[in-house]
């Protein structure tokens, strides 16, 4: 055994695109097994729950879905939008539908002057997605339904749809009821909304004006408890009448309903196993 070939003194590697001479690859190869192996780049998506949730067991993700309350702005007139109305465009009444909003608010307060409806009752005006919107106050609802129905100059016929809202817990008044109006006289459609709080929600009954909110009011009050005053008969539509509690407010917990349906029982989503 030769001085160079003894243990402890082998030849270092030879670098770029050099040979090896012979012996020295059983060297390199021994050399390659004491030291640690480069990291593996990684490859594919770290798995998760819906909306980037882990860690928690949630596969659902809802769990980690924080939204800010919605904060509705004051319109000023006129009220066209100047994203869809650009200065200088031809607008006629019958095809502008930003054009017609101004039309619609005039004869709005003058037929509330007409019934005494003081001007508080439409607490806010707001312009948004292509819509309309007037907030307005509970004690009043009825007689602007009335108005906006019966009045020559709005003829607001058909209530296409009644809806609920709840903004969460922490909000003032975050029960909300949405009144989608629209006139088939004059192919116009309107928002009215009404606000109240959870301690006091109550809201008067619109079916002895529109008769078909006897079922949107129903599932209103099946699904928020917003329960509305003067409703010929104000039963759950969807769960059942010995229900407790109401599945579309934000505090309603997501899960651990027992199914009865081979004995299983479906757990809430935090404590669902997890697939990451």
């Given amino acids: 055994m030769t001085e160079d070939t003894k243990p402890g003194n082998q030849p270092e590697p ?25 990291p593996v780049a990684p490859t594919g998506l770290e798995r998760t729950g819906m909306f980037g949730v882990r860690g928690s067991g949630d596969t659902s993700g809802y769990g980690g879905l924080v939204l800010e309350p919605y904060t509705p702005i004051p319109a000023e007139r006129p009220y066209g939008d100047p994203e869809g109305v650009r200065a200088g465009d031809e607008r006629s009444s019958g095809s502008d539908r930003y054009g017609q909003f101004d039309e619609v608010a005039d004869a709005l307060f003058a037929a509330m002057a007409e019934r005494s409806i003081p001007p508080e009752a439409i607490l806010q005006t707001t312009v948004a997605n292509g819509e309309i919107t007037f907030y307005a106050t509970r004690d009043h609802l009825t007689a602007l339904l009335w108005a906006l129905r019966d009045d020559g100059s709005l003829r607001f016929e058909l209530a296409s749809s009644i809806s609920g809202v709840d903004y969460g817990p922490g909000v003032p008044r975050r029960l909300h009821v949405v009144y989608e109006l629209t006139s088939m006289t004059y192919r116009r459609r309107i928002r009215l909304e009404v606000a109240v709080g959870v301690d006091d929600a109550h809201v008067p009954s619109a079916v002895a004006v529109y008769p078909t909110a006897d079922w949107h009011e129903r599932e209103i009050w099946d ?15 969807l769960m059942p009448d010995d229900w407790i509690g109401h599945p579309q407010r934000k505090d309603y917990p997501l899960g651990g309903i027992p199914v009865e349906y081979k004995g299983a029982e479906i757990p809430a989503p935090d404590q669902r196993r997890s697939y990451s």
Avoid: C, K, W
């Fill in 14 to 38: 030879p670098s770029g695109g050099e040979t090896a001479a012979p012996g020295e690859s059983s060297a390199v190869a021994e050399r390659g097994l004491q030291e640690p192996a480069p």
């Fill in 223 to 237: 699904m928020f408890g917003i329960v509305f005053s003067g409703h010929p008969g104000l039963t759950r539509i």
